[in-house]
């Protein structure tokens, strides 16, 4: 083996080869550092006495399925312009790491591929090794996220395991990337986002959340001038679990066996859009059957199906008289859930009809938690949230099958 092969093959510039070893299945290349290419670590002059060495050794780009290693007896040399004793700086590695930056590459881009353990694996190291790696390079491109070009954000948290344990996430809607994963849910959570925000002078535009009280007085106090826009899944959602619930109380006051039959499994029924149905199945009939059977349920139905059409209104203006109308129209009904429900429509119509100035919400974001979720379950789980919070931050650059 040469020298030349040490640069071409290994990346080691300024070295020469001394010898080579296989042993136990690896290949050991034994380097050293010429006398006229010593420097002192500190003040880097030329100016310097050898004093010694201590030997260390680093994992390296495998041959083949072989590892390798690099042993490298490191130099210790005393300077005579300042006047300390220190070890040379070595050019293929960083401080205090075990293995070569070639290697780390090598390693990262396995990593768009296969799981940590299976890299680990692949590379006869230890698991710690290779997320120490994805961390420090995570850390290094999505640590701290630039926020003054930020216009657009989505807001919402996600849950990250049993026992009510949430993470709060804030989507750059323009860019897709994530940009802020806070501890926790709520006003508390976003606090640290919104001191990043203001030292970088961002001006927010729109940002889209749920109807929650939390997300409406964090955005009111933080961001004056932007238009809240309440995502119009959320409030469909939010129907349709009033609409589960009235279908459920509706069975239990059944006085037949006969109206608890019809009303039994009819939940996904009703909360389908009617172009899902499947009439291979007689969906559309046992829908028909249910809706006959009780006029409430009926009423609340064909509402929730008027309430899809306000968002695909020509106008703001069109829409809010679409909303009003609507608003009467619950209300005449009889129906308490559909009364309760219209209060709190118009509590929030300015909101909701903010999504004609402009048309976001946050399924960008919920498209995220999808692959977040999907990352977690090929990982089996994240022990170390500071970590995952990184795999989050540089979720929306994964181009290949998702890994932990």
Known sequence: MSTSLLYHAFGLVGYRYVRQEFREGRV???????????????CGS??????????????????????????FPVPRVCCHDCGLTRQVKIGFADP?????????????????HMTIQDVA??????????????????????????????????????AIGKGH????????????????VGDGKGAEALKPF??????????????????????????????????????HFHVVKLFNDKLSALRRDLHRAANSARDRHVLKGTR?????????????????????????????LATAYYLKEDLRQLWSQPNKRTARRVLRDWLARARASGVRMLAQFANTLEEHQEGI?????????????????????????????????????????????????LVG
């Not at 559309?284 to 006029?295: D, G, V």
Request: with cysteine.
């Open 28 to 42: 050991t290349f034994t380097i050293a550092q010429p006398r006229e290419r010593l420097r002192c670590s500190e």
């Open 46 to 71: 030329n100016n310097v006495w050898a004093q010694g060495s201590t030997p260390r050794t680093f994992h390296t780009l495998p041959i083949g399925a072989k590892p390798v290693q690099i042993h």
């Open 96 to 112: 205090r790491k075990s293995y070569t930056r070639s290697f780390e590459r090598y390693a990262l881009a396995l990593s768009q």
């Open 121 to 158: 694996e692949h590379l006869h190291v230890s698991w710690d090794t290779i997320k120490d790696m994805q961390a420090r390079s995570l850390q290094r491109r999505f640590g701290k996220p630039k926020l003054h070009k930020l216009q657009q954000i989505a807001i919402d948290e996600i």
């Open 165 to 180: 344990h949430y993470l709060t996430v804030v989507l750059n809607l323009l860019s897709g990337a994530v940009v802020f």
């Open 194 to 231: 919104w001191s990043r925000l203001r030292r970088s002078r961002a001006k927010i535009r729109a940002v889209a959340t749920d109807m929650g009280k939390a997300y409406i007085k964090a955005v009111r106090e933080n961001l004056r001038g932007a238009v809240h826009v309440f995502d």
């Open 268 to 296: 996904w029924l009703l909360l389908k859009n009617p172009e899902n149905l499947d009439d291979d199945r007689n969906e559309w009939q046992r829908l028909q059957e249910a809706l006959e059977l009780n006029a409430p």
């Open 353 to 401: 009809l903010a999504y004609y100035d402009y048309p976001i919400s946050t399924g960008p974001l919920e498209g995220t938690n999808t692959k977040i979720q999907a990352m977690k379950r090929q990982a089996y789980g994240f022990r170390d949230c500071e970590f995952y919070k990184l795999k989050i931050l540089g979720i929306h650059e994964a181009k290949y099958a």
